[in-house]
């Protein structure tokens, strides 16, 4: 079998260069690599957007969203449909299983869609199906002001100038107006002279857009030349428009003046935004999909640069951005894998005090990580939360095989053995046992890789990343330790002396053989009452820990039929309280618009002029001296409590400190009455912060009800009593509506009825609509009356459903979901009504299963390595004890720093198996091979195990740990998500190794004297 440790000592100058190539590739690779806050994931969900502007949401509903349901439903891999219904508009979120292929998802859905395109409403736009795209939320938002231009000027002046520069950057995928008016001709007609000449809406708007138009007009040959023919019957002003006539329908002409006035001026107010309460325009910038955050920010703050410097009379704010906490995550987890390297060769150079072991110890650390950035460049993985998160854990891991290889060549050498001879045999000595502790922790990282779910997609890069970075720690163990060893490392001058605990330690150890029930009976005692908080429920559960960053969001929600003004008015008296907070540096308000800080998840809608959101910038975390950001937003929730009239939650649209909860069911009314009584008691629960359901949602509404006897009398179809009442009210539909050209944009021609007519309900009542006879006023074939009706309705699985939302306030999600599940209304649903759990309960269920698949994959895989390796099929159960050794402490740990039971403490929990299995590996392998290959008796094997093997154990140990304390005490960028990994791997690392050390051997030798049991029945049985 080919020896690479003899043959890298052999031939050190190709060993040297292959790792000078290794280095320069993973140089290289580091430097190509992207820099963002998440990986780049591509889930099967598809989004189908339906446009029919002015129907209510219960027509939407039963004309446009279940006939698509009911289509999508047939398509092969649906998991869930998610549809959020709203005035004008229909989104239906289909959730394919992830086994689905991504485009194969998006073909089926076109398809689903396409079959059933005839039975939609003729006006209906076609309907919009895109991919879901989770890096589609805007990294930047930007305000714009100018003392030169007015809101009009300034609003086209970033819808032109601003958004080409935006989308000319590399990396940017789209750019959208916040705020801000757009120019618009309006023709507001005179209800009184248009009932005297008996003229309608519609038919002046239809009749305006069949005149006003460029229209193409085939070939003419004149001259022997071919020239192309266009019909051009367009106007350039007001003040032409007004001036033009327009033919009626029954012969008839009229000037548009006569019955209108027209003005060139601004479209209805219905989105705004402002920085600290004054009016300014916004735009906010999205990433494409496979660029990085930081890239693209440097080059959108360069070519903002250069705007500036174009035009010196605007000025240009930063308001908010996602980019500093991919930056301050990035610098931190540099800075956390330098300590923690740093650490680890400190503690190794306390225990060996040799520099030149040190040395080769240390150089294991760099060339074990830029191999692997190499490979993760060339798999296309970023640097990300994940990516370097796994790299920050496992830095102390990649020093142990360097430091079990030196420790042991250093013990050779007190031997009076040359470096050379020390080299080749403590690298052939130890090798097998090296070997089987790489794998055995590859074993365990890459099932995390293939974990289920949306978070195993996260994930991926996680188990990869760890995976290739511990199998380049092992080449380096491997042939670049031994090779440096034999020609760096010299003769100590000292004898080689044991630690000063070793003597305590043996008296332990024997003291463990002699007395195996009380030694497994203690360790049963104190595994039982480590794991006790968990089963007592003391330990609390979350999805992902709440950040710490230094933003939030303030999200308004006001009842349907609020007008935009009204909503500005409650947005600034919420500015104004936030402003008084001491940590509150900057509010950005965005008033029926904006999407920065939202969920990736959610579900989208079209934007209402009755939201809004205010974004927080906050001091940063160092100088908030320990107040963390849920405290802030504590303080916020209650100060704003006394604002009236409004629904105002705190904290981001994509966070992870809210429960989502879903009642669905067939009857509409009985799933609404139940709601009322679940929403009563859910707001009785302690310590919880708002509660929003969207079941009380109505919002008020004029009903039309043609009188079908007079109607059909006089010819009034109920459709042209429709289409007058849309574009006298609100104008046409917007591609029926005629345009004005200018060289640079058209602004669409809107025919509707002044504002104060359109609040007038008599007058509404005197509109003519077109009739067989002629033009009838509308109260004469219908009846206006007021009424009410759902703003919005949720559908979940094709059934209608209401959402509830409950911030948490700083609890727990599993208190909150288990105090929820207690309430009399969620134990004793209604027949034909069902609960479900989205968002963060949903993904922690599935994180649950996907984390035992993992775990238990893991242990399939280690005990797999370990036959092999070993050669035996019953031993390698002693060295998987280590796992079960291992749980107490972490679990302990949790309990004992407060930490939540989250996703990063699961995959802590992981990590911590094959860690915690390399310590067992160390001190079986020795005593299997004493006992082979020296002849040593079975007690003398494993004591003799126990001493040599000790010392490196206990310094692997301490190094991981030193290396991962920066992590665990909340040094450097943000804690929340790093810290209860490193706290889980800490506290097992104490209990495992310590267990370890004493029950492993006297495992083992339980396990063995089981294996001569058997084997001298089976030797009976077979003699006779």
């Known amino acids: 079998m080919f020896n690479v440790s003899r043959w890298s000592i052999a031939n050190p100058v190709p060993a040297i260069m292959f790792f000078i190539m290794l280095t320069a590739a993973g140089l290289y690779g580091f430097k190509q690599m992207k820099i963002q806050q998440f990986p780049d994931i591509e889930l099967p969900t598809i989004v189908i957007s339906a446009s029919l502007p002015g129907t209510a949401p219960a027509q939407m509903e039963t004309e446009v969203a279940r006939k698509i349901e009911n289509s999508v439903a047939s398509a092969q891999g649906v998991k869930h449909i998610y549809t959020k219904v709203q005035d004008g508009s229909a989104s239906i979120t289909v959730e394919y299983r992830l086994e689905k292929p991504l485009q194969e998802a998006l073909d089926d859905t076109r398809d689903a869609v396409a079959r059933i395109r005839a039975d939609l409403p003729a006006d209906l736009r076609d309907p919009v199906i895109t991919k879901m795209n989770l890096s589609g939320m805007p990294i930047l938002t930007y305000t714009v002001s100018s003392s030169a231009m007015d809101d009009e000027a300034l609003s086209w002046f970033v819808d032109n100038q601003v958004t080409k520069r935006m989308l000319a950057v590399r990396g940017v995928g789209s750019v959208a107006r916040v705020g801000g008016v757009s120019r618009e001709l309006r023709v507001a007609l005179d209800p009184s002279r248009m009932l005297a000449l008996g003229v309608t809406a519609a038919e002046v708007s239809r009749q305006l857009k069949n005149v006003q138009q460029e229209a193409p007009g085939g070939r003419a040959q004149l001259g022997g030349a071919e020239q192309s023919l266009r019909t051009i019957a367009t106007v350039q002003s007001a003040e032409e428009l007004a001036a033009m006539d327009i033919p009626l329908a029954d012969g008839r002409r009229v000037r548009l003046d006569q019955v209108a006035t027209v003005s060139d001026t601004l479209a209805e107010r219905r989105a705004g935004a402002f920085l600290n309460g004054k009016p300014v325009v916004g735009f906010e910038v999205v990433r494409a999909k496979g660029a990085g955050e930081v890239d693209v920010a440097e080059r959108v703050r360069a070519a903002l640069e250069e705007l500036k410097a174009a035009h010196p009379d605007i000025t240009v704010t930063e308001a908010f951005n996602f980019v500093d906490p991919v930056i301050e995550n990035y610098d931190g987890s540099m800075k956390l894998l330098l300590e923690g390297a740093f650490l680890a060769v400190v503690v190794v150079w306390f225990f060996l005090r040799d520099w030149r072991a040190t040395l080769v110890s240390a150089v294991a650390l760099p060339l074990s990580a830029l191999p692997a950035f190499y490979v993760m460049y060339l798999m296309g993985f970023t640097l990300n939360v994940v990516t370097l998160l796994s790299l920050s854990l496992v830095i102390g891991v990649l020093v142990d095989d360097a430091i079990v290889e030196i420790e042991n060549i250093m013990r050779h050498l007190t031997q009076g053995k040359t470096p050379l001879e020390a080299a080749r045999e403590a690298a052939d000595e130890i090798g097998l046992a090296v070997i089987a502790t790489t794998f055995t922790l590859i074993a365990v990282f890459l099932p995390t890789a293939f974990m289920s779910g949306v978070v195993g997609k996260f994930f991926v890069q996680f188990g990869w990343t760890a995976a290739i970075a511990v199998f380049f720690s092992l080449v380096v163990a491997r042939m670049l330790t031994p090779m440096m060893a034999a020609y760096i490392l010299k003769a100590p001058k000292h004898a080689h002396k044991d630690p000063f605990w070793m003597p305590a330690y043996m008296r332990w150890a024997r003291w463990a053989f002699t007395h195996k029930g009380k030694t497994m009976a203690l360790t049963v005692a104190f595994s039982m009452a480590a794991c006790a908080p968990l089963f007592m429920d003391k330990i609390s559960k979350a999805f992902i820990p709440p950040d710490d960053l230094s933003q939030t969001q303030i999200s308004i929600e006001l009842p349907p039929g609020s007008t935009y003004e009204e909503t500005r008015v409650i947005a600034e008296q919420a500015r104004a309280v936030a402003a008084q907070h001491g940590h509150v540096k900057l509010i950005y308000t965005a008033v029926g618009g904006g999407s920065a800080g939202g969920d990736p998840f959610a579900m989208s809608g079209a934007a209402e002029a009755r939201k809004a959101t205010l974004t927080l910038n906050l001091t940063p975390r160092q100088e908030r001296s320990g107040i963390s950001k849920q405290q802030i937003e504590r303080e916020l929730r209650t100060q704003l409590a006394s604002i009236a009239g409004a629904r105002i939650k705190v904290s981001f649209g994509g966070s992870s400190e809210k429960y989502q909860l879903v009642l669905a069911g067939e009857d509409g009314e009985t799933l609404a009455q139940h709601a009322a009584k679940v929403e009563s008691e859910l707001r009785g629960l302690p310590g919880i912060g708002q509660v929003t359901s969207s079941s009380s949602l109505q919002r008020p509404e004029l009903i039309v009800r043609p009188d079908a006897a007079r109607a059909a009398d006089l010819g009034v179809s109920t459709a042209a009593i429709a289409d ?17 050209n200018l060289s ?12 104060a007519a359109r609040a007038d309900l008599a007058l509404l009542g005197e509109l003519t609509v077109p009739g067989a006879r002629g033009p009838v006023p509308l109260r004469q074939v219908a009846e206006l009356q007021l009424a009410s009706g759902p703003a919005q309705i949720d559908r979940y699985d094709r059934l ?34 069902t609960k479900a759990e989205i968002g963060d309960a949903e993904a922690f269920a599935e994180l649950g299963q996907g984390f035992l698949l993992a775990m238990g994959t893991g242990v399939a895989c280690i005990y797999i390595v370990l036959v092999l390796l070993f050669h035996a099929w019953v031993q390698p159960v002693t060295i998987l004890g280590a796992l079960v050794l291992s749980i107490p402490g972490a679990i302990l740990a949790l309990f004992v720093t407060g930490t ?66 920066p992590i665990a005490l909340g040094f450097g960028t943000d804690p929340s998500f790093r810290a209860p990994m490193a706290i889980v791997v800490i506290g097992g690392l104490i209990t495992s190794t310590f267990l370890s050390l004493l029950v492993i051997p006297v495992l083992y030798e339980i396990v063995d004297d089981v294996i001569q049991k058997f084997s001298r029945k089976r030797g009976t049985a077979a003699a006779a």
Not at 807 to 831: F, W
Not at 920 to 937: D, M
Request: proline content about 6%; some cysteine.
């Open 724 to 740: 007058t009442l849309r574009i006298a009210t609100a104008g046409d539909y917007d591609q029926l509506l005629p345009k004005l």
């Open 744 to 755: 640079q944009r058209q602004v669409p021609i809107v025919v509707r009825l002044p504002d």
């Open 800 to 833: 209608r459903n209401v959402n509830f939302e409950l911030e948490l306030n700083g609890q727990s999600l599993s208190d909150v979901q288990a105090a929820a599940d207690k309430l009399p209304s969620l134990k004793n649903l209604p027949p034909g009504v």
């Open 900 to 965: 939540d039971l989250s996703m990063p403490a699961m995959i802590g929990m992981i990590m911590l198996m094959g860690i915690a299995t390399k310590n067992s590996i160390l001190l079986v392998e020795y005593a299997i091979v004493a006992q082979r290959e020296h002849g040593l008796s079975r007690l003398d094997a494993l004591l003799d195990a126990c001493h040599k093997r000790a010392r490196p154990i206990v310094m692997t140990t301490l190094a991981m740990g030193a290396g991962m304390m």
